[in-house]
């Protein structure tokens, strides 16, 4: 069965409605148990202190502020390209859970930023990436709502979303080359020198696939619910035309 | 008392960590209960006008 297929709203509805229900005990699941892991059951950092425990809402909420605008941005180029109105939908439907995500990464990041660095706040290349980050998530959605046709409010937020797909790049990597910055690198690596210690790595990646669950459970749901009030729309827009 | 001895000992980081705890899963509480909400208000408003057409 070809992936085009779950373009059609009524096969995409299907499959979603079945999907929903383990995906939300699985989010569940993952989150409770790598943030009571990582809350409760994980030592103090040397240096850091309890602000360590942090790591476990700000590295699985930063992760997602950036993969959210990535799955935008494929959405979009299959809009642009294919005209699906699905995955425009899914497009907008991303947008508000990036949005949060990236307030708690940009929140959790300055109230831990305080006692480590001293400041709340440094116009630091990833820090300011992600600022603009947010401000492209806004953006996107105030263009959604201020424009009546669905496709010519598709066309316009696709092209947005190719422009701050820059700034969600650049939040990914400006650590590794620009190196003026406060923050520090790659939290997790390969390398198992620069890798954090496993006792705070197992609970961060349960809380990490928690997070990447979470976001794909309500993307599901959103979609549905954009699908819903594009129908909406459409009979309303045939009632006035009769 | 109780929660007090649940909780561990965040020593002075206390603040830091609760505020970033409450703020962090509230957003999510919020961005949850309002697709939530704004889900069932969509679906009912369809199933009425998709009943009301059939009617007439």
Same mark, same amino acid.
């Given at each position: ?53 942090? @790591?476990?809402?700000?590295?699985? #909420? *930063? ?6 605008? &990535?799955?935008?941005? %494929?959405?979009? =180029? ?68 201020? @424009?009546?046709?669905?496709?010519? #409010? *598709? ?6 979303? &190719?422009?701050?797909? %820059?700034?969600? =790049? ?73 | ?56």
């Amino acid at each position: 069965m070809s992936l085009w297929e779950y373009a059609n709203p009524r096969r995409f509805m299907a499959t979603s409605s079945w999907l929903l229900p383990p995906l939300v005990v699985m989010s569940a699941l993952l989150i409770v148990t790598g943030l009571v892991w990582g809350f409760f059951f994980t030592p103090d950092d040397f240096r850091q202190g309890s602000t360590v425990k942090i @790591i476990y809402l700000h590295v699985p #909420a *930063a992760l997602m502020a950036i993969n959210a605008w &990535l799955m935008m941005l %494929v959405c979009s =180029l299959i809009w642009i390209i294919r005209r699906h109105h699905v995955s425009a939908l899914a497009a907008r439907a991303a947008a508000p859970i990036g949005m949060v995500m990236t307030l708690i990464a940009l929140f959790t990041g300055a109230i831990w930023g305080k006692p480590m660095w001293g400041t709340y706040w440094e116009w630091d290349p990833r820090l300011t990436s992600f600022l603009i980050l947010f401000l492209f998530y806004i953006g996107y959605m105030a263009l959604w709502e201020a @424009i009546e046709n669905p496709d010519a #409010a *598709a066309d316009l937020t696709s092209v947005l979303c &190719l422009v701050g797909s %820059v700034f969600a =790049l650049l939040s990914r990597y400006a650590v590794l080359f620009w190196n003026q910055g406060l923050h520090q690198g790659a939290t997790f690596s390969m390398d198992k020198e620069q890798n954090i210690s496993n006792v705070f790595w197992y609970p961060a990646v349960i809380s990490m696939a928690g997070f990447v669950c979470l976001f794909v459970t309500l993307v599901l749901y959103r979609t549905r619910m954009e699908i819903r009030r594009r129908r909406l729309h459409a009979l309303d827009a045939r009632s006035m035309a009769a | 008392m109780i929660i007090a001895r649940i909780l561990p000992d965040l020593g002075k980081y206390a603040t830091e960590v609760g505020l970033a705890y409450g703020v962090s899963l509230g957003l999510l509480a919020l961005l949850i209960g309002q697709s939530l909400w704004k889900g069932r208000k969509i679906k009912q408003r369809l199933q009425q006008e998709e009943k009301a057409r059939k009617g007439e």
